[in-house]
């Protein structure tokens, strides 16, 4: 069975409770007293085993239902369809065969490009090769100059739009094609899976070339400049030596700075849409608790569900989180206000408002889509992502310290088991976390407080790479998850760094009301920007 039906078998639907929760009620309250005497509920169980004595489960159903109601209870208990679609679709994933690489996560047919050359990642991990899946879009001229690299958003594949191959509408589907922000007339137009990803990059789903297991985790902590660094060799290969534009939103608006600055000569032009320059602290809140309610799923087991059930509970709750930030309050004041799914019905504990049944709706849709542990590495790297150079510095080091273990591995000598694991391995502090009072606020630090017109030393430090590189940076008033002012943020630096040439758009809430998501959904603003900027 696919994917999607076994999503739409497991959907919640309002069910009554079971028959034999109701026939044992039935019993109950044929008395003539609301609570039975003990003996009297005995009997009513003996009742039951005498009238089904060869379903074990009943009797013990009915066994539950009086210990635990019958004495206490003056109302009826619950019942929690929502959780029942959970159960159901974890039984139907463990009976269904667990043999091969299931859940097969892909949004069909895209192309590929392998590198056998290893890969040193910023925090000393080392993938020995790796897959970059990959489609494009227009025509690639002669002299190779017409290429735009599109990044995309945390959990997007590489198909950004339809293709002969894969004729399923993309992400951006109405933003590529001839005469649209992205004009294929003019531009060839490339989109990867980032690697850590799931859509066909090498991620935590995939072989280890080494072992012949999945890496499950023992992938090693990914960043942004890591994923952009396995796309520009990608690019190498198809011997585009210059990009047009970097061109990206949200996480992708993040690598298409990242780009810009670790390969200033070989990006033109950089796009920077809902993303930022480093992340910020509420943005690692949200993505954290997404990754908490995660990994506390037992099917999580550390990263080795393969081959078995796959947490998809954590999974659909982490979705539904995000969902939360990647929407608005206000839009939804309009879209649902306080109605109820089913306003005939009493009100209940599993989804009832419409706002409920969208998030829950948002949960299962994504809950088998996406490889969980993709979710933890690629959400890990953004939260790690930091463009100020003091960051830079340090892990121009790491990779400094770390480039004698590639040689290593690059001369055969292979990697010790542990190798990177110190680095890898993010632990809790010892001691519990005292506040410390923080220095007054100088011109420097000005940007720690959102809004502040002088942006911090470090950063614009940080960002003069991009200094020459015409830019156009696009925020939206009601996006809570990378709010307007870090795209401020964003072109205040790059003009402190000396980019005369940064175009800067702020889409207020007339304009939309869709928040973060704003960059899938808005043409007009978001890819009239787009066009006009890249001409
Ligand atoms: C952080 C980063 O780097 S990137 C983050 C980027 N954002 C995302 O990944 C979120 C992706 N968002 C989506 O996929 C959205 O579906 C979009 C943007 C493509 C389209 O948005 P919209 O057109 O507004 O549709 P939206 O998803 O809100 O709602 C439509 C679905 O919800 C269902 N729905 C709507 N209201 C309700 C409700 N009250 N109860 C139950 N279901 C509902 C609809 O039936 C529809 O279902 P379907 O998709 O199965 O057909």
């Known amino acids: 069975m696919s994917v999607r039906r076994l999503v739409a078998a497991a959907r919640p639907s309002f069910q009554q409770p079971s028959s034999v929760t109701a026939r044992t009620r039935s019993i109950v309250t044929s008395k003539p007293s609301l609570l039975l005497t003990r003996q009297q509920s005995n009997q009513a169980s003996r009742q039951l085993h005498h009238q089904a004595p060869r379903n074990a489960q009943a009797a013990q159903a009915a066994q539950q239902e009086q210990e635990h109601h019958i004495y206490e209870s003056t109302n009826p208990a619950l019942s929690f369809p929502c959780l029942d679609a959970v159960e159901s679709r974890s039984a139907s994933l463990s009976r269904r065969s667990l043999s091969g690489p299931e859940p097969s996560y892909t949004t069909g047919k895209h192309l590929n490009f392998h590198s056998r050359q290893p890969l040193l990642l910023d925090w000393g991990g080392i993938l020995s090769e790796f897959d970059v899946a990959y489609e494009a879009w227009g ?194 004041e309009q879209r649902f206000g306080r109605r109820r799914a089913d306003p005939s019905r009493p009100p209940a504990l599993c989804p009832d408002f419409l706002i409920e049944t969208y998030l829950d709706h948002a949960g299962e849709k994504f809950c088998l889509e996406y490889d969980p542990n993709s979710l933890l590495y690629v959400s890990k790297a953004m939260d790690l992502f930091d463009l100020g150079q003091e960051h830079r510095n340090r892990i121009n080091n790491v990779r400094q310290e770390n480039s004698g273990k590639l040689q290593a591995f690059m001369d055969g000598e292979g990697l010790a088991s542990n190798a990177g694991g110190d680095l890898c391995s993010l632990t809790l502090p010892d001691k519990p976390y005292e506040e410390k009072e923080q220095p007054a606020v100088g011109e420097a630090d000005a940007a720690s407080i959102p809004d502040a017109r002088e942006p911090p030393a470090d950063l614009v430090a940080g960002l003069k790479p991009l200094a020459n590189t015409p830019a156009l940076v696009l925020g939206v008033a009601s996006d809570i998850l990378f709010p307007a002012w870090q795209q401020r943020e964003i072109a205040n630096t790059l003009r402190r760094a000396g980019n005369e040439r940064v175009t800067h758009i702020e889409l207020d809430e007339e304009k939309s009301l869709f928040g973060h998501d704003t960059f899938l959904l808005d043409l007009e603003n978001v890819g009239g920007a787009v066009k006009k900027f890249l001409g």
Request: glycine residues 10%; hydrophobic residues 35%.
């Open 139 to 332: 025509t690639l001229n002669r002299e190779k100059n017409n290429a735009i690299l599109l990044h995309t958003g945390l959990s997007a594949s590489s198909h950004a739009h339809s293709t002969e191959a894969n004729p399923k509408p993309g992400w951006w589907e109405k933003f590529i094609g001839p005469g649209k922000p992205l004009d294929t007339d003019k531009y060839f137009v490339i989109c990867t899976n980032v690697i850590g990803g799931c859509y066909g990059s090498t991620g935590p789903s995939s072989i280890d070339p080494a072992n012949g297991e999945r890496y499950a985790t023992r992938f090693p902590i990914l960043t942004m400049e890591d994923m952009v660094r396995a796309q520009f060799r990608l690019l190498d290969m198809l011997g585009i030596e210059n990009l047009y534009a970097s061109v990206g939103s949200s996480m992708g608006g993040m690598q298409s700075l990242a780009a810009g600055v670790l390969f200033p000569e070989r990006v033109s032009r950089v796009v920077s849409i809902s993303g930022c320059a480093r992340s910020h602290p509420y943005s690692i809140a949200m993505r954290h608790t997404q990754r908490q309610v995660l990994m506390m799923d037992p099917n999580w087991a550390r990263g080795f569900y393969y081959g078995r059930v796959p947490p998809h509970g954590g999974m659909k709750l982490a979705r539904e989180i995000a969902t939360v930030t990647y929407r608005s309050g206000p839009e939804w």
